[in-house]
Structure formats: structure tokens, C-alpha cells
């Protein structure tokens, strides 16, 4: 076994300066389940265990991943497919939905009460930003495209088992994370980027859900949030926020991101981002790049 070693940049906590009781909660798409990484999977492990996380959403498992680490780290691991994990330290109750393999659900055992989780991972195809040059005027046809059509209607559903599940469980709040494959409303504004209303992450926001990230830094100038992708040249892949924690029925005292920093035009200068691990070697020389995947970690405290 590879043993595990300090990152070379320590990732400074997040703060919450509040007298009430809090849950620090980490998004992360872990890229094949660690495995384009040389040691990822230790280096997942020493990713997380320098951090205090009450509440873990994970993507891309691959299977095992969310349960190793669920027992690596001592968490209870709630799994309905192969992709998408919710893990926690307290207890927690896998609800069956239709949603596989997109999503996960589960009502977790917390200090703030019972809540109903979800990390899920929307469909990948016909990334919208691809096409951003015919941005806004041609986002009918964009919009069109499958994989959107796919992203706006597992959205939906998603929040239509919400209800279903609060009906029948009854009401708590509701946390959903993940790598939703779709920018957000909020950010293509028409300033630096388009004003395109995405129709995915739009739902959410009309649902009555708090985007956590853009609680705490609602200026994407100053924080524009481009959770992926680290590991390319902005020649090969653009960068977005497409990894998001939008939370209903909690209050948001603190979120950023946390991971390795692209280069010197990107992450370092954005006012969300805590940087761990260093400046990222670019594909194909990224392997020993100490931040294993080519997804930020999104993080929050609530209340």
C-alpha cells in the first residue's frame, strides 16, 4: 500500500462564525472513481481527510469508490447505482427512486434533524458551452440538443421525487449536489459570458433552492466558480460551474471550492477558490497531480 503524504499546499478551512449547530457538506465528482490518478484513491483519502465533513456527495463511484472510502473514513454509505453516493456520518436511509443511475437519495440523520439528500450526476452528452459562440441567439437549438433535453428532464424529476418523498416522509430540508453537466443561469449574465437561461439548473432556482456557492460569492466576476475542468488548456476544454450545492430549508453561512489550480488566469484568481495541491499538470502529463480528479470540490457550511 502507497502511503499517504501531506498536500504541498494545505487548503485553509472554511469559516462559520455562528453559535447554532452547522453541517459542513463536500460535493465531489471523484473522475472514474480515481482511477486516472496514479494513487488516486489514497490521494481521494488524503483530500478528505484534511477536511471536517459531516455530509459527502459524491459522483463518478464507479462502482466501489463510495463505499471504500465510506469505510475508510468511517461513514455510512447510502448507493443506489453505480455512479452517484451520498455518504454521511450519522445515519442515513436509502430511499428508492426512478432516478437511477442519475441520481441517489437519502434522508440522513443529522444534528439539525432529519434532511433528504441527493448527489446526483447529470447526463453528459452535448455539453451546452461547446456551442457558446451562437450563445444567446441560438439557444433554442442548443436547447434542443439530447443531452440538454436530458439534463432539463432528469432535473425535473428529481425535484417531482422530492415532493413525492417529503409527502411521504414529511418535510425537512433538502440538499441536492452534484455535477449537474450544465452552468447556471446566474453566471451566463450577459457580462462575461452570454445571457443564457439554462434550463437544468433554472428549475432549481425557480424551485425555491439556495445555490450555495453563489450565497456566499454572488459576483461570478469576482468568483467566476469554474469547478471544471483544471486539468485541460482552456484551448482543449472551456471551464465552467457546472458542480453545484443548492440547498432548501437551510441557511448558507459559508462555500467555496477546493482544488488544483489550473493556471496563473484562472482558479488563483477567483475569491471562492482554495487551492490544495498546487498548480495542475495538464493532460496527458496530469497522473501525479496531487488534487485527484478533473472536478473542484464544492463545500458549504449550513445551518
Not at 481521494?44 to 463511484?61: I, K, P, T
Amino acid at each position: 500500500m502507497t502511503e499517504t503524504t501531506e498536500p504541498a499546499s494545505a487548503p485553509a478551512p472554511l469559516t462559520a462564525e455562528t453559535d447554532r449547530p452547522t453541517l459542513r457538506l463536500i460535493s465531489w465528482n471523484l473522475w472514474f472513481g480515481g482511477e486516472k490518478v496514479h494513487d488516486g484513491r489514497h490521494k481521494q483519502v488524503d483530500v478528505l481527510r484534511s477536511q471536517e465533513v459531516d455530509l459527502l456527495f459524491l459522483q463518478e463511484c464507479w462502482g466501489d469508490a463510495g463505499g471504500r472510502l465510506g469505510r475508510t473514513l468511517g461513514m455510512t454509505v447510502a448507493q443506489q447505482s453505480w455512479d452517484n453516493a451520498v455518504l454521511t456520518t450519522g445515519a442515513a436511509q436509502l430511499v428508492a427512486t426512478d432516478t437511477a443511475p442519475y441520481a441517489t437519495a437519502a434522508i440522513v440523520r443529522t444534528r439539525l434533524g432529519e434532511v433528504l439528500a441527493w448527489s446526483v450526476h447529470l447526463a453528459p452528452q452535448d455539453y451546452g458551452p461547446y456551442r457558446s459562440a451562437e450563445l444567446p441567439e441560438g439557444q433554442d437549438a442548443v436547447f434542443a440538443q439530447d443531452g440538454e433535453v436530458a439534463r432539463d428532464q432528469q432535473a425535473q424529476r428529481i425535484l417531482a421525487e422530492t415532493d413525492r418523498l417529503l409527502a411521504e416522509h414529511g418535510e425537512m430540508p433538502v440538499i441536492i449536489a452534484g455535477d449537474f453537466n450544465v452552468p447556471s443561469p446566474v453566471d451566463w449574465d450577459g457580462d462575461e459570458r452570454p445571457d443564457v437561461d439554462w434550463p437544468a439548473t433554472r428549475r432549481l432556482i425557480e424551485s425555491g433552492y439556495t445555490d450555495a456557492f453563489r450565497a456566499v460569492h454572488p459576483d461570478p466576476r469576482l468568483a467566476p466558480g469554474r469547478s471544471w475542468t483544471q486539468i485541460h488548456t482552456l484551448a482543449d476544454e472551456p471551464r465552467d460551474r457546472i458542480d453545484f450545492i443548492y440547498v432548501r430549508g437551510l441557511s448558507v453561512l459559508a462555500a467555496d471550492h477546493l482544488g488544483g489550480a489550473a493556471d496563473g488566469e484562472d482558479a488563483p484568481d477567483d475569491q471562492g477558490f482554495v487551492e490544495y495541491g498546487g498548480v495542475c499538470r495538464h493532460i496527458p502529463d496530469h497522473e501525479d497531480n496531487e488534487f485527484p480528479s478533473d472536478h473542484l470540490a464544492v463545500r458549504a457550511v449550513v445551518a
